[in-house]
């Protein structure tokens, strides 16, 4: 029996990963996967570059360590260099973390601090939307709208005030009809307002929603509205782009559809595309300028600013540039999202969305009245294990509409060719029938 304590404790049968290459993934009895959703979307570079895995070794072999309050280190100055021009933040300076969910921390944290230098010491509230993810501890988890993940901890989380999401397929939003009244945008200004906006430090939002409700875009005018209420009330934006960021939307960073430049900047996943655990925070240079007149910034971790990280994330930009892979993310993206309507055909399937290399199905027992399945069900887990059963990893999640609701995500390594994509596509079709079929 396996001593390791396994992310699913049940209801799973694990294959044992021992190679990656590309878009595929090796088991140890030398079966294939296509890895349709690059774990849990993270992947962006593929598996098992070389160049990437040489960058990791020759800066472990030069300079594992050192601790970022004493030193910095040749790989975080390039990775700084290399990331802040790139990031629609201005003056953007970055904070190395490791992973999305210290880099959310870091920037609740930091919009608390920021609100303190200004002298408006009653600014702590960060407003959050609901369906969101925005990290598993407990700072990041309170703001986070997920109710399959936040039932267990409630007595945990802090109150945070929040407001719905732009998710049109489920909007029940007074006033809102089959063209978006933005009323979702216009929930922030109420909420700010009945909160008192001298107690709210921060609003936090995915540019295209991740696994919590199944790449979700907004409509064309939403964050503009959002940077205007934000300013408005002297409130930071936070852009999480753990999910969108590095090239998957087809853009650096997601935000970037609509012209808008957030105060802070979260990524992660993509950063080190999954070579290294790794996060981080861009933050507008005049909030740091703040803090440092203010006595500084009082917050951090062992690992951050971590020179290896920093290496494998100057290796990964560098090649996400050099290859092109953002553009090819856009062009492979829209081939995806072309092919995925087709599943449309099948009864189970009420709404296929996203938006370059990220996309999600979302399944639905009953079409027209759009019930979800029940939970106990646990469709969504059926047809990742069906999919994979057939060679095909797509990522399951779900429990978006009070706890129930099924949710495929799909975004391959943007290095996907297209006859990869309609594989996907065609698997997570049959595994969709086979599993709904009743
Ligand atoms: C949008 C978003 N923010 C934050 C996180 C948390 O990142 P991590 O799991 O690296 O802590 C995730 C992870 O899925 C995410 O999708």
Redesign the pocket.
Known sequence: MTKVFRRRLAGWTYPEIVRGEGVYLYDREGRRYLDGSSG??VVTVGHGVPEIAEAIREQAARLAYVHGTEFTSTAMEELATELTPRVPVDDARLFLVS??????ETAIKLARQYQLAKGRPGRYKVVFRWP??????LG?LAISGRPTLRTTFAPLLLEMPRIPAPYAYRCALPGCGPACSLECAKALDATIRAEDPDTVAAFIA?PVI??SAGAVVPPADYFKIVREICDRHGVLFIA?????GMGRTGKWFGIEHWGVRPDVL?T??GLTSGYL?G?AVLVKGEIVETLKAGGGFQHGFTYSHHPVVAAAGVAVTRYVERHGLVERARVQGAYLQERLQRLLDLPAVGDVRGLGLMAAVELVQDRKSKAPYPAAARMAQAIQAEALGRGVNVYASGGQVDGAGDLVMVGPPLVVERDQIDEVVAVLGDAIAAVTRT
């Open positions: 849990a979307i992973g999305g969910s210290e880099a959310t969101s993810f925005h990290g598993s501890t990041a995915e991740g696994a999480d782009e753990v999910m969108t979260t992660g996943k655990p996060g």
